[in-house]
């Protein structure tokens, strides 16, 4: 493992990646601190899995620059490549092997003495709680076991930099946060991770640091903490005794407080989101509007006041929610751990 450059892990001024007439990503400015989890967060064909393959060196720019501890990912490709690591959206490992087996035959590649290659899978299997399944086949682990693989997969040889491209995709949520404990290790004993996902929790879980990405361009970038004090002062969840008095207690809320008032699924379930521009604190914003409300007649059963959600940040910016998009593209795996181009990346 190479020494750490003083620095960011990764700059970007002005990143371009275009396909035909499509801009995938267009103009994207990223600074990464290094040792840290930084989350790119957006929804499917926002142009995330392309930077990460330009940074990674497996597709050229367009347009602009891209350094990985102040190496070029053009002109310094191979320097780049020896010190970062990716695991992509499918699984890298073969999986008519077993686990012991396509660690082994991995750190062989990577150079590793058999012996060594061999000391080395059976230590990953252990901290990534797979010893019991070491001599399965890998066709026969769940999903959660299959990404946990992945992961172990590409810290044979331990990276500065790991790109984790929507790790947890389609995993249930025991799985998901052993993927998310399997991180916090690898960023504990000094790897720097980028972490792409279209999950709110998961960036709120494991970023220090967030860029929100959407068709192609960085619209916000800041911490947790930043980019929820940038949509208001916070959230009011309120549900009521009658779901008859929703429309109107929804009304009289949009009124006092001049702000976005959200129907939630539950009928009886209401969000306003508070601004900030006001020299009232949340707190007397919302305990004004639970009066109004008591005033009318309208009984809430449930009231708490917090910060807003990324998921309400994300809508604020962009006018839509972060689930996945409506596109066709489907992706295919490559043996090295990283997708091919897709349709989904086309339509960024």
Known sequence: MSTHTSGPAIETV???????????????????????????????????????KMLATL?????????????????????????VSLTGQYASVDEDL???ENLVLLARLLGHHKATARTRAAQLLEAFGLTEAAGKQVKHYSGGMRRRIDIAASILNTPDLLFLDEPTTGLDPRSRNQVWDIVRAVVAQGTTVLLTTQYLDEADQLASRIAVIDRGRVIAEGTKGELKASVGAGSVHLRLRDADRRPEAERLLRELLVAEVQPEHDPVALTARLGAATSDSAAEQAARALGELTRAGITVDTFSLGQPSLDEVFMALTGHDAGPDTGTGTGTGTGTGTDTDTKDEVAA
């Open 14 to 52: 002005g990143l371009v990646k275009t396909f035909g007439e499509t801009r995938a990503v267009d103009g994207v400015d990223l600074t990464v601190p290094a040792g840290t989890v930084y989350g790119v967060l957006g929804p499917n064909g926002a142009g995330k899995t392309t930077t990460v």
């Open 59 to 83: 597709l050229r720019p367009d347009g602009g620059e891209a350094r990985v501890f102040g190496h070029d990912v053009v002109r310094e490709a191979d320097e780049v490549r020896g010190r």
């Open 98 to 100: 077993t686990g012991t």
